[in-house]
């Protein structure tokens, strides 16, 4: 008799487990292979062709019942609940950290924490050194974000900064003194490079036609060219370019360099 009664209670908790979810009907169809002599039934195959209107219509039917449970018992559609718990995952993170360069004895990197939407520039001098904000790419100039991209001297000194406006895909070259977290008057236009290997002082980099990104000729014909720090840009020196150097057979498409070994 006890058997019964507990045979019975499990019967009944399985049915009542089952009650609470009420699927949409899934038909099934005769439809069978046949393999090596073994017959194989596939009753939902018509499932399969994804251009037929009932099989949108049942995966129509399937997600609206996913989310309709979801919104009685977790307050929240699928997508709602899977983009709460990706916040909450995001903000368990203490912050996102991706080195940039160690040099004169200071380490820098770009961080950004949970709540911000953009990696900010920093750097310590020595591992156990002080966390110094260098560059707020949100304060560069007020109202507007800026993309970057850091190249930072030998000594450490002096960042070289490709600065565009978010969206825009042309920048400039600014330089970031480090002591003083102020930029120097050198700019270079429309152009994308940094610090010389093992240089505190020179730049190289590739200067396009200008900012208009749909000009056919923009990043055609680029010089390779070399800035020296405190000196005028206009009197850049050109370093390889398929103009002066013919010689060299540098298509139209193809930006030329000078590396160092």
Known sequence: ????????????????????????????????????????????????DLKNPEVETWFKAQADYTNAELASRMGGTSQDILMKELKAFDNMKSGRYSPVAKAGGKYFYEKRLPDEQVSKLYYRQGKNGKEILLFDPQAFVEGKTYDYSPSVSADGSKVAMVLSEAGTETGDIHILDVATG?????????????????????????????YDVHDPEQRLNIPFKLHVLGTPVEEDMVLVSAKNNPELNISAEIHPVIMEF
């Open 182 to 210: 102020s930029f120097l008057s050198d700019v270079i236009p429309h152009s994308t490079g940094g610090f010389a290997e093992g240089s505190n002082t020179d730049l190289h980099y590739h200067q396009l036609k200008g």
């Open 1 to 48: 008799m006890k058997k019964l009664i507990v045979l019975l209670t499990v019967i009944t908790l399985g049915q009542i487990t089952f009650a609470q979810y009420r699927y949409p009907a899934s038909k099934t169809v005769e439809v069978s292979d046949t393999y090596f002599g073994t017959t194989v039934s596939d009753p939902y195959r018509w499932l399969e």
